[in-house]
């Protein structure tokens, strides 16, 4: 199993917003995107899991290989916290909920309609839907958002666990993840390239306005 990314451009709106963009992520390893509010982490993590095109370059990794968690929890509020991990579960052909709701310590609310949840508790259940998948890649925007330090606790170990089993993460966080060191990529250095100012364009106005 193994992300490749090859000069990678990616866009939003229409305008090319990082261009350039290369890594490899093998089994057992995980990238944290880094860079201010605003500089495409998460354009590029929906360019990863196909949800919009890429303005150029190539991303290879084997087909179904991704797993997506992005701001929203994708869960729905009128069935259980059981009755959803059991409907992805069923997307993906995984029957077997027991492991997501231990991971992110949700045996007591397996009967809560989802609706009645907390942003904290929700946010667990988004990500306990990770391990229903059976993707081996997850791209993780800004996973730990709304999690109290024990529900961060919780997250830490369930992604040393699909790490240890071979999986792979690209996340884009502003704050600890509990991992120890691990590799990242400032999205400051993949910044298109701006034409310089006072070009021959420019001095076709100079005078203009005089």
């Not at 963009?21 to 944290?32: D, N, P, T």
């Not at 993590?45 to 990794?61: D, F």
């Not at 330090?149 to 509990?178: D, E, P, Q, R």
Request: proline share 6%; charged share 15%; glycine share 16%.
């Amino acid at each position: 199993m193994e992300l490749v990314v090859t000069d990678l451009g990616c866009a939003r709106g229409g305008r090319v917003v990082l261009q350039g963009i290369g890594f490899r992520l093998s089994a057992g390893q995980a990238l944290v995107l880094r860079g201010p509010n605003g500089v495409g982490k998460t354009t590029l993590l929906r360019t990863l899991a196909g949800l919009q095109p890429a303005s150029g370059g190539a991303i290879s990794m084997p087909p179904e290989a991704l797993a997506y968690a992005g701001h929203a929890d994708g869960v729905k509020s009128t069935l259980s916290v059981a009755e959803n991990l059991a409907f992805w579960g069923a997307v993906h052909g995984m029957h077997d909920i027991g492991p997501a709701l231990a991971a992110m310590g949700l045996q007591g609310l397996r009967d809560r309609r989802a609706g009645q949840l907390s942003a904290g508790q929700r946010r667990r259940l988004g990500l306990a839907r990770l391990l229903v998948t059976g993707r081996p890649i997850w791209a993780l925007d800004e996973p730990t958002v709304a999690l109290d330090k024990a529900s961060v606790g919780l997250f830490a170990a369930m992604l040393h666990g699909h790490l240890a089993a071979g999986g792979a993460a690209v996340i884009a966080s502003h704050t600890g993840l509990g991992l120890g060191p691990t590799p990242e990529l400032d999205l400051i250095g993949f910044l298109p390239r701006r034409p310089p100012r006072g070009g021959a364009f420019d001095g076709a106005f100079d005078g203009a306005f005089t």
